[in-house]
């Protein structure tokens, strides 16, 4: 690698006085959750389905799990998975398994067998907390993983003794009944808790050295890799996060939205792990595609901040409820994941009442590296906006990385800084193909910097269309798409053509109620991009497929045009 310079033009573009290097404060991860406690012990900490909980509660739930988990023999070094929805039993056993010393690896609870296989066989779990509704998957993997606990709860279980009772019978009637009896020495969360004291082993860690969490990814790519993620790499996320946004919070006041998953490292660090650093409150919530039920407890409990991505976004604003609520208590929605389009941008913007601004990061940065300033004059749409305090950016050749590139040019996005991993579990020559020697990370995205610091991303670099010859990147025609009023949801994908290599394809959700043709699209695209860009086909569809976070999967729809 040729020798680094860079002169930060970034800077300049911060608004107010977020700073320019973040400190990453001593101690473990977990000393967020103790300062809580300590700090604002009565204010609420999380709220589910009606059930609120106090720090002070939260706190002495998180004790006794590490005390349950450390009965169960779990020592520093051990890994505990955990399965779970957004619900106080995630909270609870990811603070109290790394009290254990424990790292947490979080799964994905719509994972199938062969998923989970591949998560525990890598991490080497020993203990594992799941929901009663996953029992099954579990079940059908333990004897070829190194399970030797598993902890059981169910949704209802932080709910009142009345509800434990009608929920299975009412609610939840019927996915109980795909749900097996628990096997002998399996454990049911509410007694393992009751059998707990509020005891925490006492743990040494070295917070810059020892990990945290094993955070897959892989899910646009194929093969799960584990992200090792330190205490200090996800700290050093939060504090960033928490400068970026400093202007605009009050510590200890604010209410967070918690729709995107927990498990995925976005909502892990910017709705759980910030809002416990700031000793703020959490509104989780297990199911967002139940878009009344999250818009009625945005009307009821007036949250204020809302990490989202944009098609929660545009599931918000398109619900033909949303007029019934009133979302404008929010100040602030953070958007990543994927893109942004600026259409999906002013229409939320218009039912919230807030700005909306796009970040971005990935999964082995923990996750944030960018973001736009939190100012509507400040911010530039389309762009991921500028580098996170502490943090190193830059553009590098597509065929030789160790050629940095000048403003203006396309090439591959690459990032330094204190939020990023120590490398993939397992897979050393992985590590070595984006992690260099002096902490550089390539992400495989395709992006431009201009004069000024600010980023652009143009595509994933396995998402390039060539048609003809004719680079062709998905995003620009889906900024278009989005443009259509009839177009809810838009993807673009290359698919095989005998003539031109590589054609352009869309695939394309409609408003409600409305129709489309080919013809129409292809119209309104040939006035808005050149002809070698407009789709040669498209495909009208009821729902793009998604990952778990809501990112939408071009790689399923490829595969789907190849069978």
């Known amino acids: 690698m040729g020798e680094i310079k860079l002169d930060r033009p970034w800077y300049d573009h911060y608004v107010g006085d977020t700073p320019r290097e973040i400190t990453i404060p001593d101690g473990p991860l977990w000393a967020y959750l103790d300062r809580a406690v300590e700090e604002f012990p009565d204010n609420m900490a999380l709220h589910y389905e009606g059930v609120e909980m106090t720090y002070r509660e939260l706190g002495e739930l998180v004790d006794k799990a590490a005390n349950g988990f450390a009965r169960l023999g779990v020592t520093k070094g051990d890994t505990v998975a955990i399965m779970l929805p957004n619900c106080p039993q995630f909270v609870i056993s990811y603070f109290g398994a790394l009290k254990a010393g424990a790292t947490v690896t979080p799964v994905n609870p719509m994972s199938m067998p062969k998923e989970l296989r591949i998560y525990l066989q890598d991490t080497g779990a020993k203990t594992m907390v799941t929901l009663n509704f996953f029992y099954k998957t579990v079940n059908a993997v333990r004897q070829e993983s190194n399970l030797e606990n598993v902890i059981v709860t169910a949704a209802w279980d932080p709910m009142s003794k009345l509800k434990q009772i009608l929920a299975p019978l009412l609610v939840y009637r019927k996915q109980m009944k795909d749900v097996p ?255 260099t020697d002096d902490g550089w990370l390539f992400t495989g995205d395709i992006a431009k910097m201009d004069p000024d610091g600010w980023t652009y991303i143009v595509d994933r670099k396995k998402d390039l269309i060539n048609a003809s010859g004719f680079k062709v990147w998905p995003r620009d025609v889906e900024e278009v798409l989005f443009e259509h009023p009839k177009v809810k949801e838009a993807a673009v994908v290359g698919v095989p053509d005998e003539v031109r290599g590589e054609t352009v394809k869309a695939f394309i959700v409609l408003e409600p109620g409305e129709s489309s043709s080919l013809e129409e699209i292809r119209s309104f695209c040939k006035e808005k991009m050149a002809a070698y860009k407009v789709p040669t086909d498209v495909e009208f569809v009821e729902t793009l497929p998604k990952s778990m976070v809501g990112k939408v999967l071009r790689r399923e729809l490829r595969e789907q045009e190849e069978e």
């Open 181 to 435: 009896p628990l096997q002998e020495g399996d454990l049911e969360w509410n007694e393992w808790l009751d059998r707990s004291v509020p005891e925490p082993p006492v743990v040494v860690v070295d917070p810059s050295k020892d990990l945290a969490v094993y955070q897959f990814t892989g899910g646009t790519t194929g093969i799960p890799k584990a992200a090792m993620l330190t205490h200090n790499n996800l700290k050093a996320n939060c504090e960033q996060c928490g400068a970026w946004m400093s202007w605009m919070a009050d510590r200890g006041k604010e209410l967070f939205v918690a729709a995107l998953p927990m498990q995925h490292i976005f909502g892990q660090t910017v709705s759980m792990n910030l809002a416990i650093s700031w000793g703020c409150g959490i509104i989780l919530i297990p199911d967002p595609r139940d878009i009344e039920n999250l818009l009625g407890k945005m009307d009821k409990l007036n949250p204020t901040f809302f990490p989202i991505v944009a098609t929660l976004a545009i599931a918000i604003y398109s619900s033909d409820v949303v007029d019934k609520y009133d979302i404008t208590s929010l100040k602030l929605s953070i958007a990543g994941a994927m893109a942004l389009p600026a259409e999906v941008t002013r229409k939320f913007e218009e039912a919230t009442n807030s700005i909306i601004i796009e970040g971005y990061g990935l999964t082995e940065a923990s996750p944030v590296t960018h973001a736009n300033p939190l100012d509507k004059e400040a911010r530039r749409i389309g762009s991921i906006g500028l580098p996170f305090p502490s943090t190193d950016s830059k553009i590098v050749d597509l065929d030789d990385r160790s050629k940095d590139l000048p403003a203006g040019e396309v090439g591959e996005l690459g990032v330094k800084g204190p939020q990023v991993m120590q490398g993939y579990h397992n897979r050393p020559e992985e590590t070595e193909n984006v992690l």
